[in-house]
């Protein structure tokens, strides 16, 4: 029974986690955005994937807001 609860509030902090770390991640495609040498298609893939990440947090599917903010990032190169 321990073991159950103890493994209940570890998947519950890690959601947790997970989901303070979208708007951190959404931060930092905010603040690099301006500054980025992206073609007019890369910039509208990053907005997209932005906006799609921040909806995806909203409806706490936070592990998908994640991965795609991670796309988002990896297109600005940070």
Known sequence: MKRTVLFVALAFA???AIASGCPKEMKA???ALPGAKLS???????KK??????QLHKDAKHK???ETLGKAKK????
């Open 29 to 31: 495609i905010d603040a």
């Open 40 to 46: 007019a298609a890369q910039a509208a893939d990053v």
């Open 49 to 54: 994937m932005r906006a799609d990440g921040e």
């Open 14 to 16: 890690s959601s947790l």
């Open 64 to 66: 998908e807001s994640m």
């Open 75 to 78: 297109i600005l190169g940070i």
